[in-house]
């Protein structure tokens, strides 16, 4: 089993910015690809950014494209997820997720494709 802690969220002013964390523990090693999806209110979950674990590739939605930027660190076994020039349409949930297949093979921005799932951690950028 993977067990997946987001942390980082807050209320932050519009054009401001916040780092978001998601440290995994349990079985991590088969865990492959990490990616973060947000959820506001009334909405569905939507892709937001992912990252290959061992290249470091990464894929955005087009919404968070030059503002948002998805890292990890290998050794804390951590995602993080770094937003800049935070617009009041970012305001959500935001989960983190794993998957058990490799980045190269997966459709990344699709939910189906992870396994597992954090709690979440909201995210408020007032108008």
């Known amino acids: 089993q993977v067990q997946l802690v987001e942390s980082g969220g807050g209320l932050v002013q519009a054009g401001g910015s916040l780092r978001l964390s998601c440290a995994a523990s349990?079985?991590?090693?088969?865990?492959?690809?990490m990616g973060w999806f947000r959820q506001a209110p009334g909405k569905e979950r939507e892709f937001v950014a992912a990252?290959?674990?061992?290249?470091?590739?990464?894929a955005y939605a087009d919404t968070v494209k030059g503002r948002f930027t998805i890292s990890r660190d290998i050794a804390k076994n951590t995602v993080y997820l770094q937003m800049n020039s935070l617009k009041p349409e970012d305001t959500a949930v935001y989960y983190c997720?794993?998957?058990?297949?490799?980045?190269?093979?997966?459709?990344?921005?699709?939910?189906?494709?992870?396994?597992?799932w954090g709690q979440g951690t909201q995210v408020t950028v007032p108008s």
């Open positions: 349990g079985r991590t090693g088969g865990i492959y690809t």
């Open positions: 990252i290959s674990l061992s290249t470091g590739s990464t």
């Open positions: 997720a794993a998957s058990n297949r490799l980045y190269a093979t997966i459709d990344a921005p699709a939910e189906n494709e992870y396994r597992y």
